[in-house]
C-alpha cells in the first residue's frame, strides 16, 4: 500500500512538472513572437538609405577636395611668381643703382619693371577671377555687392526702377559712377550677355548735345562709329534724343521716357594680400 502510495506521487508530480515546461514554453513563445517581415524590410531600406546618403557625402567630399586642390595651386603659383618678381625687382633696383650715368640702361631697366608689375596684376585678375567662379563673394572682388565684375569697369543694372534719362544719371552720380559708356564690341557683348528681362530697356550714357549738333558720351568723346550696326548709324544720325541699350542693340528716344538704367564706374585694383 505504501509502494502504491509513493508511486501515484511521483506520477503526479512528474505529469505536473512536464505540464509546468510547457506552459512555460508557451509562455516564453508568445513573449517573444517572430519578427514580421515588415521589419525586415524597413530595416533593409534604412540601411540603403543610409548607404546612399554616404555615398552621397563622400561624393561631395571628394569634390570639395577637388576644387581646394585647384585654387591652393594657383595660390602657390602666383605666391612663386612674387617672390620670382621681387627678387627681379630687388637686382634691378640694384642694378639701377649701378647705371645711374647711364639714361638708356635705367629706361631699360624701368621698363622691364613695368612689365613685370603688369604681368602681376594679370595674373592677379586671373586668379581673382578664378576664385569669385567658386566663391562669388570672394574679397578679392574689386566692385561692391550687387555690382557685375567685366575687365577694368563694374556695372550696376537697375530692373525695378524706370526713371528720365536726367534721374537716371544723376543716381549713377550718386554711386559715384556714370551711365554706361560703351568702348569696345566685346563690352557691347558683355552687356548682351547679362540675364535680364526680356523686354527692358537701359538707359546708356549717350545723348544729343544741341551746342554741338553731335552724339556724345557723358565724358565728352565721341561715339565710334565701329560700335554700330548700319541700322544703329542710321537711327543716330537721323534722330535727336538719348540713347538706350535692349537686347544687345542701341535705340533713341526723347530722354523723358522712363525706362531703366546701367551704371559703370572703374573696378578698384585687386590686392594681392586679398587672394590669400
Known amino acids: 500500500m505504501s509502494e502504491d502510495v509513493t508511486y501515484a506521487t511521483l506520477t503526479l508530480q512528474d505529469s505536473a512538472g512536464t505540464k509546468n515546461n510547457q506552459d512555460g514554453n508557451n509562455l516564453r513563445k508568445k513573449g517573444h513572437p517572430a519578427r514580421s517581415p515588415i521589419w525586415r524590410h524597413a530595416t533593409l531600406s534604412l540601411l540603403t538609405l543610409s548607404l ?50 647711364f639714361p638708356l640702361e635705367e629706361g631699360f631697366l624701368r621698363s622691364q619693371i613695368s612689365s613685370l608689375l603688369k604681368r602681376q596684376g594679370q595674373m592677379a585678375i586671373k586668379l581673382c577671377q578664378e576664385l569669385i567662379s567658386h566663391i562669388s563673394d570672394h574679397r578679392c572682388n574689386p566692385c561692391p555687392k550687387t555690382w557685375q565684375w567685366y575687365q577694368n569697369s563694374c556695372y550696376y543694372f537697375t530692373t525695378s526702377e524706370e526713371k528720365t534719362w536726367t534721374s537716371s544719371r544723376k543716381d549713377c552720380i550718386e554711386k559715384n559712377s556714370t551711365l554706361v559708356k560703351i568702348d569696345s564690341l566685346e563690352e557691347k557683348d558683355f552687356l548682351k550677355s547679362q540675364p535680364l528681362p526680356m523686354f527692358s530697356l537701359f538707359w546708356l550714357g549717350l545723348s544729343w548735345h544741341q551746342s554741338g549738333k553731335s552724339w556724345l558720351w557723358e565724358d565728352g568723346s565721341v561715339p565710334s562709329p565701329s560700335l554700330f550696326s548700319t541700322k544703329e548709324l ?35 585694383l585687386v590686392k594681392i594680400e586679398d587672394l590669400e
Not at 75 to 86: A, G, M, N, R
Not at 241 to 263: D, H, L, M, P
Open 52 to 101: 546612399m546618403l554616404l555615398i552621397g557625402l563622400v561624393t561631395l567630399g571628394i569634390m570639395f577636395l577637388q576644387i581646394s586642390n585647384e585654387i591652393n595651386s594657383e595660390s602657390e603659383k602666383l605666391s612663386q611668381l612674387q617672390k620670382t618678381i621681387h627678387q627681379q625687382q630687388d637686382n634691378l633696383s640694384q642694378q639701377l643703382g649701378n647705371y645711374n650715368n
Open 234 to 268: 542710321a537711327q543716330i544720325n537721323g534722330s535727336r534724343g538719348c540713347a538706350y541699350f535692349q537686347k544687345g542693340n542701341i535705340y533713341i528716344s526723347r530722354c523723358g521716357a522712363e525706362i531703366s538704367w546701367i551704371c559703370e564706374k572703374t573696378a578698384a
